[in-house]
């Protein structure tokens, strides 16, 4: 029997990624940020990045954006609980999807947890760094894109190819989260669900027409927003009509 292909190096990447004085929703310059500080609960994680919140539409994002490497195995348990129960909500409104692509998967955590309540799935993943390729090697996912999934030779790519599209924390993390958002939609076959999850739950809930509620950011775009507006993460489906 042949021994398993060597995993793949990751190259080094950047602690941070640059800081910016703008809102990335709006380009608003008007930012109030929140300082960063030390999770006691979390004893020798690194302090969490500032989630700076923009003044006129309300999007948060994290400036810098956080250290792309691993998180701290604290750290890592709570998002592991988190993975859980959104796979849980998902299987709840779509318990058979044969496709699902899993947006800033990084190692691919979220798709290793899912699989164990969708084990018939096809699960993909795109990151913006090499990380994502290790996850194709221990075979946590089956097919690996590096980029953002909004550069035009992966967005082209992917076009209505999915059932189901996730996206954890992913938006506060991208220096276009409208362009993402777009290519997350894109990515979805008519009728397929978006499952979103944000830092600030409070941006799933601004009133329209405020421009950071993501709710009717989707809803603009032909989506029906699937869960209620005190839930902590958001799951919307794709109607037939939506461009």
């Known amino acids: 029997m042949s021994a398993p292909p060597p995993m793949p190096a990751v190259p080094p990447v950047p602690v941070h990624g640059p800081h910016r004085a703008d809102c990335p929703w709006c380009g608003s310059l008007r930012l109030r940020p929140r300082p960063a500080r030390q999770d006691p609960r979390y004893k020798g994680a690194p302090a969490r990045s500032v989630l700076d919140r923009c003044r006129d539409c309300g999007h948060a994002f ?8 691993p998180a701290p195995p604290a750290v890592r348990a709570g998002v592991r609980l988190r993975h859980t129960l959104a796979a849980r909500a ?23 947890t899912a699989r164990t309540y969708f084990p018939y799935t096809s699960f993909d993943g795109v990151d913006p760094t090499h990380r994502v390729l290790r996850a194709r090697a221990a075979e946590r996912v089956e097919e690996a894109y590096v ?4 550069d035009p030779h992966i967005a082209s790519r992917l076009r ?9 924390q992913h938006l506060e993390r991208v220096p276009d989260p409208r362009a993402e958002l777009r290519a997350a939609l894109c990515a979805l076959r008519p009728g397929g669900h978006l499952l979103l999850d944000v830092a600030d739950p409070r941006r ?34 794709k109607e037939a009509s939506a461009p």
């Open 62 to 69: 994290r400036n810098p954006p956080l250290d792309p490497r």
């Open 90 to 112: 998902m299987l709840r409104r779509c318990p058979d999807p044969e496709s699902w692509l899993d947006v800033g998967t990084g190692d691919a955590d979220f798709p290793r």
């Open 147 to 150: 980029g953002r999934l909004a």
């Open 160 to 168: 209505a190819r999915y059932d189901v599209v996730s996206l954890f």
């Open 204 to 237: 799933l809930c601004a009133p329209p027409p405020h421009p950071a509620g993501l709710r009717a950011e989707l809803e603009a775009h032909g989506c029906a927003v699937l869960t209620g507006p005190r839930d902590t993460r958001l799951v919307a489906r």
